[in-house]
């Protein structure tokens, strides 16, 4: 915030200076220049934060799937060893 209020300012003095005279009228040309490159800069900041926005919301997606499917295959587990178990206990009173 600070570095954008202090550029505005630096463009306003020296935009001053070139109109009154003190300094020479080439400066005019690359100074028209700095607006446009810095919005440009900001345009292409404001789309990779974006991207890096999309990026965590995905990866946030694919770790909740992660849990999701390893619980299922702890579930299925647990519901295999249990049927297991009940038919180790029916073969044991079998006998």
Not at 9 to 23: A, H, N, P, R, T
Not at 64 to 76: F, I
Request: with cysteine.
């Amino acid at each position: 915030m600070y570095f954008w209020m202090i550029l505005l300012i630096v463009y306003v003095l020296i935009s001053f200076f070139i109109d009154v005279g003190k300094l020479p009228y080439f400066f005019r040309h690359l100074w028209n220049i700095l607006p446009f490159c810095l919005g440009m800069y900001l345009i292409y900041r404001t789309k990779v934060k974006q991207r890096v926005g999309y990026v965590e919301t995905l990866e946030t997606k694919i770790d909740k799937l992660a849990d999701r499917y390893e619980n299922l295959r702890y579930g299925k587990v647990l519901e295999k060893l249990e049927a297991m178990e009940a038919r180790l206990a029916a073969l044991e009173k079998k006998k």
